[in-house]
C-alpha cells in the first residue's frame, strides 16, 4: 500500500521560510517522479513543482526562484523548501507521485498524501 505522508507545514510571517517534507513508503521511490502541488480554499488545486527521479526540477512560475524542490532516495523523501513567503502562497500543500514523463495536471499524478497546511501572514 503506497503512503505519502507530508509535514512541515504551519504559520509564518511574510518573508519568511518553511520545509515540507513528504516521507514515502510501498513503492521503489527512485522509480518516481514526485510532484507538489497546493490547494486554496474555494480554489482548484495548482502546480507547484515537480523533481524527476534523476533530479530534474521544473517550477510554477509563482514560486520559481523562491521555491526549491529536491529528494533523497535514500531516505523516500522529497522536500520543499519555501523562502520568501507570500500571503498568496497560503494553501495546503499536497506531495504526489506518478511515474514517467513531466506533467504539470493533477490528474495525472497516481499517489497522493493527506495535505499540510501552510499560512502566511501579512
Known amino acids: 500500500q503506497v503512503q505519502l505522508v507530508e509535514s512541515g507545514g504551519g504559520l509564518v510571517q511574510a518573508g519568511g521560510s518553511l520545509r515540507l517534507s513528504c516521507a514515502a513508503s510501498?513503492?521503489?521511490?527512485?522509480?518516481?517522479?514526485m510532484g507538489w502541488f497546493r490547494q486554496a480554499p474555494g480554489k482548484e488545486r495548482e502546480f507547484v513543482a515537480t523533481?524527476?527521479?534523476?533530479?530534474?526540477?521544473y517550477y510554477a512560475d509563482s514560486v520559481k526562484g523562491r521555491f526549491t524542490i529536491s529528494r533523497d532516495n535514500a531516505e523516500n523523501t522529497v522536500y520543499l523548501q519555501m523562502n520568501s513567503l507570500k500571503p498568496e502562497d497560503t494553501a495546503v500543500y499536497y506531495c504526489?507521485?506518478?511515474?514517467?514523463?513531466?506533467?504539470?495536471?493533477?490528474?495525472?499524478?497516481?499517489?497522493w498524501g493527506q495535505g499540510t497546511q501552510v499560512t502566511v501572514s501579512s
Open positions: 510501498g513503492l521503489i521511490f527512485s522509480n518516481y517522479r
Open positions: 504526489a507521485a506518478k511515474m514517467g514523463l513531466i506533467t504539470t495536471a493533477p490528474g495525472s499524478y497516481n499517489y
Open positions: 523533481i524527476s527521479s534523476a533530479g530534474g526540477t
